[in-house]
């Protein structure tokens, strides 16, 4: 299978570009693979490690958008960003 290669042995750079929706869809496909059973122990720990990799990237993903991430305010006529957190 295409996506058991190039999920395993990819580099830290590889696993930091993929997008958040690439992340997150080579996840599901490792949780589809541990839950039907099929994999050896050996495979299984293998697909374990990579999901494990792969929860922590969107993770980081996710919390690099919150960040960002601004609600418009208006205060005195005008409207003025401000972090989503500041109330």
């Known amino acids: 299978m295409a996506a058991e290669k190039r999920g395993r042995g990819e580099g830290a750079e590889a696993l930091e570009a993929m997008s958040f929706e690439a992340a ?13 059973g099929k994999l050896s122990l050996e495979d ?5 490690e990579e ?3 792969l929860s922590k990237l969107c993770q ?3 919390k690099g958008v919150e960040l ?14 401000r972090p989503l957190d500041e109330d």
Not at 24 to 36: A, D, F, I
Not at 44 to 48: A, H, K, M, N, Y
Request: proline share 0%; no cysteine; hydrophobic share 40%.
């Open 60 to 62: 980081q993903k996710l």
């Open 44 to 48: 299984s720990l293998q697909r374990f």
């Open 68 to 81: 960002k991430i601004e609600k418009l305010v208006q205060e005195n006529g005008r409207i003025v960003a």
């Open 51 to 53: 999901g494990m990799r």
């Open 24 to 36: 997150l869809k080579r996840l599901e496909e490792v949780v589809g693979e541990l839950e039907s």
